[in-house]
T-cell receptor, first 114, second 110 residues
């Protein structure tokens, strides 16, 4: 298995633009997580899905952030409009069961908003 | 609120010595704890875990200790190797979600 796949690996955009991050979880995993890593706050859980259904989005910073999981093999995290403070590394992770088993992380997307 | 805290942002040890990374949590509902290791430009990778019904779990050079009364866990690496240099994240879960600490950067000097 190729592991969790994220694209793009790097994204540089200007303030106000829409940004879409993509994730393909490991086949057979039914839970998917989006995290954001910053120097100040470390690794923060933004949202997680179980069987394609959003379970907890309390970590999403504000309405500019949205996430979807239209099927078991694909998820997106969208920021519209983007702001410089959104600059961070965004990780997607998947697991067979929510939380209980170790999550497998993708390589991350480094987002820079100018 | 930070339910999982790693109060040491960095740690430096000599090769061959023991590395001890600490983690504290506040939510008594957490019942499973994990350590992840992260190299630059890569996603975190699972290292070792422990259930709340245990107080110790060992895997090779890595041992995790859990003190439930103190809501504290630690990761011991012995002997430390230069390849262990990475950021280590502590995580806690109650089967509903997982919370991570901010990470501790370990540097093992040759």
């Amino acid at each position: 298995d190729a592991g969790v796949i994220q694209s793009p690996r790097h994204e540089v955009t200007e303030m106000g633009q829409e940004v879409t991050l993509r994730c393909k979880p490991i086949s057979g995993h039914n839970s998917l997580f989006w995290y954001r890593q910053t120097m100040m706050r470390g690794l923060e859980l933004l949202i997680y899905f179980n069987n394609n259904v959003p379970i907890d989005d309390s970590g999403m910073p504000e309405d500019r952030f949205s996430a979807k999981m239209p099927n078991a093999s694909f998820s997106t995290l969208k920021i519209q409009p983007s702001e410089p403070r959104d600059s961070a590394v965004y990780f997607c992770a998947s697991s067979f069961r929510t939380g209980r088993l170790a999550q497998y992380f993708g390589p991350g997307t480094r987002l820079t908003v100018l | 609120d930070q339910q999982v805290k790693q109060n040491s942002p960095s740690l430096s040890v000599q090769e061959g010595r023991i590395s001890i990374l600490n983690c504290d949590y506040t939510n008594s509902m957490f019942d499973y704890f994990l350590w992840y290791k992260k190299y630059p430009a890569e996603g975190p990778t699972f290292l070792i875990s422990i259930s709340s019904i245990k107080d110790k779990n060992e895997d090779g050079r890595f041992t995790v200790f859990l003190n439930k009364s103190a809501k504290h866990l630690s990761l011991h690496i012995v002997p430390s190797q230069p390849g262990d240099s990475a950021v280590y994240f502590c995580a806690a879960t109650n089967n509903n979600d997982m919370r991570f600490g901010a990470g501790t950067r370990l540097t093992v000097k040759p």
